[in-house]
């Protein structure tokens, strides 16, 4: 299926599940803030948040200092 993730097309076959398409990128769910289609994923429904053809998203890692 054919999605965008920060402005740029991809094609995804895994599963339908943004966890599980996080972790496809190499990137851990917890240390990112993730935009569907302009609405925030709460963390808590990363694990359930289907991904269908023509999603946008938008993530964001998390950086921490000082």
């Given at each position: 299926?054919?999605?965008s993730i ?45 991904v269908?053809?023509?999603?946008e ?10």
């Amino acid at each position: 299926m054919k999605i965008s993730i920060n402005g740029e097309d991809s094609e995804y076959t895994g599963a339908p599940v943004l966890g599980e398409l996080l972790r496809f990128l190499g990137i851990d769910p917890k240390q990112v803030a993730v935009e569907r289609n302009r609405g925030i994923v709460p963390r808590k429904e990363m694990e359930s948040q289907s991904v269908e053809a023509g999603d946008e998203f938008e993530i964001i890692r998390l950086v921490g200092g000082g």
